[in-house]
T-cell receptor
C-alpha cells in the first residue's frame, strides 16, 4: 500500500516548456487535490477532484490543467511554464471532513 | 471565505518542555474541521491532529493536543515533552463541512517554524 505517489521528484523546466506532474493513489478515495507551496508559505489549492470525470478549480488554477479519468490518477498539466510556477507541488487524497494524505511532493524549478 | 492566521513565524523550545503554537481562524461556516500538519525539513506533510467544530472535547493524539476555543476562534497546538525530532514547520488548516461548492477546500496558514534545543 504505497498511499500517494508523485513523479517526478524534481524537475527543471525552461520558460515556455510544458510538463505533466503525475499523481497516483491506491487508497480508493474519490477526492484528490493538487496544492502548491511557495517558499516560506503554506499550501494553496490549485485544483481538486471529487471523482473520476469531475474536477474543479481551487484558489490558484491559472496556468494549470487537470484531468481525472480514473479513481487512482490525477495528473497536473503545466502549459507554457513561467518562473512564477517555481514551487513544490503536492498531491493529496482523502475525504474533506477527514485528514488528507499527501504525496512526497515534486520540486519544480522554471528558469 | 476561510482564513487561517499563524502569528508566530518561529518558536524555540527546550527539549522536554511543552510548547504552544498559535492558530486563529475566520469563517462564516457553522460546521468545520481544523487540522494541524507537520512538515520536517525533508518536505513531506504529516497529519498530526484533527478537531471538529462540534466536538465537545479537545482532541489529543499522544503528545499532541489541540486547545480549541470556539468563541475565540482559536485552535492552538500544544506539544508536550518536546523532542529534537519535533523541529519542523507546523501548519494549521481548516475545511468547511457545510454543503455547497466550497466544502472540499483545505485552507492553510503560513506556518510556524519550531526549533527544539537540546
Amino acid at each position: 500500500n504505497a498511499g500517494v505517489t508523485q513523479t517526478p521528484k524534481f524537475r527543471i523546466l525552461k520558460i515556455g516548456q510544458s510538463m505533466t506532474l503525475q499523481c497516483a493513489q491506491d487508497m480508493n478515495h474519490n477526492y484528490m487535490y493538487w496544492y502548491r507551496q511557495d517558499p516560506g508559505m503554506g499550501l494553496k489549492l490549485i485544483y481538486y477532484s471529487v471523482g473520476a470525470g469531475i474536477t474543479d478549480k481551487g484558489e490558484v488554477p491559472n496556468g494549470y490543467n487537470v484531468s481525472r479519468s480514473t479513481t487512482e490518477d490525477f495528473p497536473l498539466r503545466l502549459e507554457l511554464a513561467a518562473p512564477s510556477q517555481t514551487s513544490v507541488y503536492f498531491c493529496a487524497t482523502g475525504r474533506p471532513e477527514e485528514t488528507q494524505y499527501f504525496g512526497p511532493g515534486t520540486r519544480l524549478l522554471v528558469l | 471565505a476561510q482564513k487561517i492566521t499563524q502569528t508566530q513565524p518561529g518558536m524555540f523550545v527546550q527539549e522536554k518542555e511543552a510548547v504552544t503554537l498559535d492558530c486563529t481562524y475566520d469563517t462564516s461556516d457553522q460546521s468545520y474541521g481544523l487540522f494541524w500538519y507537520k512538515q520536517p525539513s525533508s518536505g513531506e506533510m504529516i497529519f498530526l491532529i484533527y478537531q471538529g467544530s462540534y466536538d465537545e472535547q479537545n482532541a489529543t493524539e499522544g503528545r499532541y493536543s489541540l486547545n480549541f476555543q470556539k468563541a475565540r476562534k482559536s485552535a492552538n497546538l500544544v506539544i508536550s515533552a518536546s523532542q529534537l525530532g519535533d523541529s519542523a514547520m507546523y501548519f494549521c488548516a481548516m475545511v468547511p463541512r457545510t454543503s455547497g461548492g466550497s466544502n472540499y477546500k483545505l485552507t492553510f496558514g503560513k506556518g510556524t517554524l519550531l526549533t527544539v534545543n537540546p
